[in-house]
């Protein structure tokens, strides 16, 4: 799945810099941000198949910012992983209420995110809501 677009959203700079170099490495083209108003500002000039998006971001977290984009006839087909580190109980079924098409729990994998990505890009273990 080489070529494809993600933006990673992770207030956490080393998270960042570690999917960010990860999934170069793959082929994929990376964007980042470090929270919801820089993703926004992000998505204005870049276009995504998928976003990694870390569920407490500073201001507004992401579970608010993928029900915004999921609401946005201009971003709602981006498919939208949600990711934490403070996995509680209901975490991934909150995340897919608010329109998430997956769920990570962090510390990320480094050898299962490629194709966990890979995956989830070709529509395979996508939750169908």
């Not at 579970?63 to 975490?91: C, F």
């Not at 995340?95 to 769920?103: H, M, S, T």
Request: aromatic share 4%; proline share 3%; glycine share 8%.
């Amino acid at each position: 799945m080489a070529n494809e677009n993600v933006l990673v959203v992770d207030d956490n700079a080393t998270n960042l810099k570690l999917a960010r170099v990860l999934l170069m490495a793959e082929g994929y083209i990376v964007r980042t941000a470090s929270d919801a108003r820089q993703a926004l500002a992000m998505l204005e000039g870049f276009r995504p198949r998928i976003i990694l998006m870390d569920i407490q971001l500073p201001g507004m977290d992401g579970l608010t910012l993928t029900r915004r984009l999921k609401a946005d006839a201009t971003t709602s087909d981006i498919l939208i992983v949600a990711m934490t580190a403070y996995a509680m109980k209901g975490d991934e079924q909150r995340a897919l209420e608010a329109g998430c098409d997956g769920y990570l729990a962090k510390p990320i994998d480094t050898r299962a995110l490629p194709g966990f990505l890979a995956r989830r890009l070709r529509g395979e273990g996508v939750e169908q809501k």
